[in-house]
């Protein structure tokens, strides 16, 4: 029984590991300091904050529903990578596309020679992922659109402030897509970027709402919890534990419906 027992702890199979004295989290978190407005004037805005062909959305995903708008690809075909989150395609499909697959390889890179094999003449659109944060071999990519003649799509939901050498990633397609979130302490976000002739559209999409303030003083206060366990390792853990255990009773209370 003992050596059965040792057996399946060394296999990760028997009693639980300790709990690790610091958690940290996969999305950046706020800090009160944060909350404080500075001067402006100091700070000049950098890519894509600066251009004027930008667009705030609620998610990166909405933004993502906004390019099949912009580029009417509804009912159509479009290139992707076969390796991506599932909220983007989730994203396409939704919106009508018809996404066709091509390779991406083992360290992430999207085989665009892979993606050229399988084009059709039916091909609308070209969309392109960086993972987590590093650059596709953008001009293949738009040679390949260029040899289309499609539209492409640059999804730097990923790649918010990354750069392919002196280029900013988002500077390269028709359309780019950032989500703000994943880079900046910010409780939501996303942006949809629109380059040349695609920017004088913009005016097509229906202006959307701000998101309720409920909305966000929760993923707010969500993220500075998660700051304070980072800070305070299990003290922290404790308190972040009991306070959403709280929202969790009160969201039940008050019959929140969430979307």
């Known amino acids: 029984m003992k050596a059965a027992r040792r057996m ?4 990760g199979l028997g009693e639980r590991a300790p709990a690790p004295k610091r958690a940290v989290p996969c999305m950046q978190t ?3 300091h944060m909350l404080v407005p500075r001067p402006s004037a100091a700070v000049p805005l950098v890519f894509p904050f600066d251009q004027p062909g930008l667009r705030y959305r609620y998610f990166a995903r909405n933004a993502v529903w906004d390019a099949v708008q912009l580029l009417e690809l509804s009912g159509k ?3 992707m990578p076969a390796y991506h989150h599932g909220v983007e395609l989730e994203t396409l499909l939704a919106a009508g596309v018809k996404p066709v697959f091509f390779r991406v390889d083992a360290q992430m890179r999207c085989d665009f020679e892979d993606a050229r094999r399988r084009a059709t003449p039916e091909v609308r659109g070209l969309y392109v992922i960086h993972y987590g944060g590093f650059p596709q071999d953008m001009e293949a990519a738009r040679q390949l659109a260029s040899e289309l ?3 492409m799509i640059e999804d730097c939901a990923l790649a918010l402030l990354s750069r392919n050498g002196d280029k900013p990633l988002g500077s390269y397609g028709d359309l780019s897509i ?3 979130y994943k880079t900046l302490p910010v409780p939501n976000g996303g942006a949809l970027l629109a380059r040349g002739e695609l920017r004088h559209r913009l005016h097509e999409l229906p202006e959307v709402d701000a998101p309720r303030v409920a909305s966000t003083a ?6 500075l919890l998660s700051n304070l366990e980072l800070r305070a390792g299990p ?8 306070v959403r255990g709280a929202g969790r009773w009160l969201v039940r209370k008050a019959s ?3 979307v």
């Open 218 to 223: 929760s993923h707010l206060a969500g993220s």
């Open 149 to 151: 003649g499609v539209p």
């Open 30 to 32: 706020a800090w009160p």
């Open 77 to 79: 075909q479009v290139l």
């Open 178 to 180: 950032f989500c703000l």
């Open 8 to 11: 399946r702890v060394e296999a």
């Open 235 to 242: 003290l922290g853990r404790r308190v972040r534990e009991a």
């Open 256 to 258: 929140v419906e969430r």
